[in-house]
């Protein structure tokens, strides 16, 4: 299926809801060794002050889902997954975009998250979004034990950082629509 795409495609990027989550739940098992369960997300979905998800959609088809949770002026990226025959599609970067921008309205100052070392793909997709490494969590990831690189991007309320989003969203392929975020909760 993901072969017979064609280049340009529309991805509706939309609030998570209860009737996302068989995606959802699909998808983080396909690429997670310890998936999040149904219930952690259902109980995720419940703090809506603090918690911002939504997927991403191709039609009717789940393809991706990001979090962000804000912690005063800080955005944590709790998670982001793609499924992977959607890979290299630049859903992960829609997602990214959505979470920085509801970030940005939530009034966050700085956004952070964890990645395992050994997603370079992931990496490299952060670093255009202006985070850098500041450190490591050794055995972050309990599935595997494996390390987590912090990253951090600063001063994303402030007019280069969202240039920045600008030249990303200008740069991908297809439609992007985005139902509305705040006001959901």
């Known amino acids: 299926m993901a072969a017979e795409r064609e280049v340009d495609f529309d991805v509706h990027i939309a609030p998570m809801r209860r009737r996302h989550l068989r995606g959802v739940v699909r998808i983080e098992s396909q690429v997670y060794p310890r998936p999040w369960s149904h219930s952690l997300f259902v109980s ?21 889902y990001a979090g962000l949770m804000m912690s ?14 959607w890979h290299r599609h630049e859903i992960g ?10 970030a940005i309205d939530r009034g966050a100052l700085a956004m952070t998250l964890e990645v395992r070392l050994s997603n370079r793909g992931a ?3 952060y670093k255009r979004f202006g985070f850098t ?3 490591v969590r050794k055995g972050y990831y309990g599935d595997t034990g494996e ?3 912090v990253m951090w991007s600063y001063e994303v309320s402030e007019p280069p950082y969202r240039r920045l989003l600008e030249g990303i969203e200008r740069g991908i392929r297809g439609t992007t629509v985005v139902e509305r975020l705040r006001g959901w909760s």
Do not use: C, F, W
Not at 76 to 84: G, L, R, S
Not at 93 to 102: I, K, Q, V
């Open 44 to 64: 995720e979905l419940a703090l809506r002050s603090s918690r911002s998800y939504v997927v991403a959609k191709v039609g009717r088809e789940v393809v991706g």
């Open 72 to 85: 005063l002026t800080d955005g944590h990226v709790t998670t982001i997954a793609v499924d992977p025959a």
């Open 93 to 102: 970067t829609r997602l990214l975009l959505t979470l920085a921008h509801e």
């Open 123 to 125: 990496q490299e997709m």
């Open 133 to 135: 490494a500041v450190g």
């Open 147 to 149: 390390d987590a690189l």
